[in-house]
């Protein structure tokens, strides 16, 4: 993805690669599993005409450095956390898919103070078949990690540690099959202003993802019509405008009568 700002950023065992775009409030953007920040392609020119956009790559995904530590959500809003306070940003609004909306659920219960908005894209609390369809979860049992490796030495192109994408591999395959492991009563903690947004034909069942939105305490509930879990590639314009809104005005909690 070209243009943009470049950083390095040290957190505990990593080095974390961004990018930053534009000025104004900080909106900070955080992409799925095994992919890397070039995911947002379609959505930051637009976001960067209004905010300051920081998009990262999750330790181990794309440019960031990876040590063969085990892979935990904790860890990765952790190295969230570092990044924020390396760039002197105190709170931002955030965008997370898939894997990156559990980083921000991660950051949301234990550092609140750090949020302004979120938008989960497709995020579960838990990686069973009430909540990720089970074609999904048995495919990632069967992943073929050679394979894998392969495909990731080309999706990372410029990963500072090839030789432990192997590694990397089985770490994040145990952390998809075995987290997140919330609950309904981790929800209702929650009270930063937040957008679920789901698809209808994603792989998060649309049912868990009203769940979430019902127990949270300030939400919002969106199902992207016609589009398979990559919404933000399938059908950007009405993501993104959907995107513009939520963060455009004060949150209002809407009362059903």
């Not at 534009?22 to 095994?34: D, F, R, S, V």
């Not at 969230?80 to 990156?100: E, H, P, R, W, Y």
């Not at 069973?128 to 990372?156: G, H, I, N, S």
């Not at 990397?168 to 919330?182: D, I, K, S």
Request: net charge negative.
């Amino acid at each position: 993805m070209s243009g943009g700002k470049e950083f390095n950023i040290p957190s505990d065992d990593v080095n974390i690669y961004g990018k930053e775009w534009g000025k104004g409030e900080p909106i900070i953007l955080l992409h799925g599993a095994m992919v890397g920040m070039s995911d947002w392609e379609n959505q930051i020119p637009i976001l960067a005409t209004k905010y300051r956009v920081i998009a990262i790559d999750s330790r181990g995904h794309g440019k960031s450095s990876f040590t063969d530590k085990p892979m935990t959500y904790a860890l990765m809003s952790e190295d969230v956390i570092n990044v924020m306070t390396a760039l002197k940003i105190d709170s931002a609004n955030f965008i997370g898919f898939g894997d990156g909306g559990n980083i921000l659920l991660e950051l949301a219960i234990h550092h609140p103070d750090r949020l302004k908005k979120m938008i989960l894209i497709g995020a579960n609390l838990t990686p069973t078949p009430d909540a990720v369809y089970p074609y999904f979860l048995q495919k990632v049992k069967d992943w073929d990690l050679e394979k894998m490796t392969l495909l990731l030495k080309v999706r990372f192109e410029g990963n500072p540690n090839p030789e432990l994408l192997n590694a990397f591999a089985v770490r994040m395959q145990y952390m998809l099959l075995n987290e997140p492991t919330w609950d309904i009563s981790d929800m209702k903690q929650i009270s930063t202003p937040t957008l679920v947004m789901a698809s209808d034909y994603g792989l998060v069942t649309v049912r868990h993802s009203f769940e979430i939105f019902e127990n949270l305490q300030r939400a919002n509930l969106c199902v992207i019509p016609g589009a398979r879990h990559y919404s933000i590639k399938e059908k950007p314009a009405i993501v993104n405008s959907i995107i513009l809104d939520f963060l455009g005005q004060p949150f209002e909690k809407i009362m059903r009568y």
